[in-house]
């Protein structure tokens, strides 16, 4: 199973994926293997665990893996949906007054 | 709940590409406006939204793939080729310039007094700064394979010092070449030799720019323990663009600077 797949990337060492042969729903790297590899190679390293900080991945996981119906721009809630008005209104509003801007630019100009 | 029978990646619904293609549309419009008008507002606007989208598309792909496990196998061979083919693209257009370059240089045309250097201009000397540039990117090349054989390695410490020393090594050719166009003795407006050299070196310097901003994302990145000994596309993607960037300045080094001279 997908179980044996993982064993097998992490007795290669480097870097390997499996592109011959097709085993579309076995390979592909369902979240919980991915994430206890990069845990477990945290631990594997205990001297450098705390250089620069600790581990925040798997919590994060966490968060944007919650099946609350958000789409991914919009995971984290609030500082999500003030970051995307205001680029919703600079752009929206811009493209208005660019449009604005570029009729007046259209006018013929009467000569002095 | 239905899973997907397939590897690939069918993505949320999401704002970024309209917003960017409306960032771009304020952008250029707004070179117009600041160009023939003298008016800075839909310039600075169309910047301002080009640099939000960017930050939050980019931001999605990291939660994609780091914090919801999207980006299977079969999902980065496509985007492997998604930046190779970027590449390529900027590689011809380079090669646009260089063209140019090319054009004006093995003809000088009379009005620069039929040779090359034109007549008036005294080129950099090529043994000078542009060599020591040449030196600190291919010192910043091996430096960037030194962090990526750490990260294969799981090597956490190195690799953060690697990578570190990789982006410093860039600003430090940046902030050279600012003061090399400070210095030299000729402008952009100095015939044709002008115009090629700094619209050649000048694009190279922003994508060096370029390069080294994404190099610090994968700095801040590698710290926060995103990639995986087997796992690290980001990381090898502006590695790709770091190594091509080196490889534009050596054939600028050779034509412009050095043969140009």
């Known amino acids: 199973g997908s179980y044996e797949f993982m064993s097998w990337k992490k007795k290669s060492g480097g870097f390997c994926f499996p592109h011959k042969g097709l085993k579309p729903i076995v390979s592909t790297e369902s979240p919980a293997l991915i994430f206890g590899t990069t845990t477990k190679l945290a631990s594997d390293l205990p001297a450098t665990d705390s250089f620069l900080g600790k581990n925040k991945v798997p919590d994060l996981q966490k968060i944007f893996q919650k099946a609350d119906g958000l789409p991914v721009h919009l995971k984290r809630g609030v500082p999500d949906r003030l970051l995307y008005r205001t680029t919703m209104a600079l752009t929206i509003g811009g493209t208005i007054y660019c449009l604005v801007a570029l009729y007046m630019a259209s006018q013929p100009r009467n000569q002095k | ?261």
């Open chain 2, 1 to 261: 709940m239905a899973h997907q029978a397939h590897s690939y990646h069918m993505v949320d619904p999401s704002p970024w590409p309209i917003f960017g293609a409306a960032a771009a549309l304020l952008t250029t419009s707004g070179l117009i406006m600041w160009f023939h008008y003298n008016s800075s507002v839909l310039l600075t606007l169309g910047l301002i939204s080009m640099l939000l989208v960017m930050l939050q598309w980019w931001r999605d792909i990291v939660r994609e793939s780091t914090f919801q496990g999207h980006h299977t196998p079969t999902v980065q061979k496509g985007l492997r080729y998604g930046m190779i083919l970027f590449i390529t693209s900027e590689a011809f257009f380079f090669l646009g310039f260089f063209w140019a370059f090319f054009h004006s240089s093995l003809a000088p045309t009379p009005e620069l007094g039929g040779q090359w250097p034109p007549t008036g201009i005294k080129p950099l000397n090529p043994m000078e700064v542009p060599l020591l540039n040449t030196a600190i990117l291919l010192a910043s090349g091996i430096t960037v394979t030194w962090a990526h054989h750490s990260i294969t390695e799981g090597n956490r410490k190195h690799a953060i010092h690697a990578l570190t020393l990789t982006i410093l090594l860039g600003f430090y050719f940046t902030a050279l070449q600012a003061m090399e166009y400070h210095e030299a003795p000729f402008s952009i407006a100095d015939s044709v030799y002008g115009s090629t050299f700094f619209v050649a070196t000048g694009f190279h310097g922003l994508h060096v720019i370029i390069g080294s901003s994404f190099l610090t994302v994968c700095l801040f990145r590698l710290i926060k323990f995103h990639f995986t000994s087997d796992h690290h596309f980001g990381f090898e993607a502006a590695a790709w663009y770091w190594h091509f960037v080196d490889v534009i300045w050596l054939f600028l080094y050779m034509t412009i600077y050095w043969w140009g001279s």
